[in-house]
């Protein structure tokens, strides 16, 4: 059985990665799915480099550790869910 994470990758005055946290918190809760959040700091730039990150906030789904899409930018809940759930029962 496969096994959906998420990873949100954000930016600490990133006014949009705020509004957004709570929103990708409860879509996964509801789904059952981890979310990591990964800060973007000097202390996380070769992991934010290595993954490509290069725009505030990210959502990568990973499916087993692996990545299989990605949003990047603010999205409205009702659109993130619709994503979301696509991508999970790919």
């Given at each position: 059985?496969?096994?959906?994470?998420?990873?949100?990758?954000?930016?600490?005055?990133c006014a949009?990665?705020?509004?957004?946290?709570?929103?990708?918190?409860r879509?996964?809760a509801?789904?059952?799915l981890?979310?990591?959040h990964l800060e973007?700091?000097?202390?996380t730039?070769?992991r934010?480099r290595?993954?490509?990150i290069d725009?505030?906030p990210?959502?990568?789904?990973l499916?087993?550790g692996?990545?299989?899409?990605?949003c990047?930018?603010?999205?409205?809940?009702?659109?993130?869910e619709?994503w979301?759930?696509?991508?999970?029962?790919?």
């Amino acid at each position: 059985m496969s096994r959906f994470s998420l990873l949100e990758v954000s930016g600490e005055s990133c006014a949009n990665c705020l509004t957004l946290l709570p929103v990708v918190n409860r879509l996964a809760a509801v789904r059952g799915l981890e979310v990591e959040h990964l800060e973007v700091s000097e202390a996380t730039a070769g992991r934010v480099r290595a993954l490509g990150i290069d725009r505030v906030p990210t959502l990568i789904v990973l499916k087993d550790g692996a990545e299989v899409a990605r949003c990047t930018g603010y999205q409205p809940e009702e659109i993130l869910e619709l994503w979301l759930d696509a991508k999970i029962q790919e």
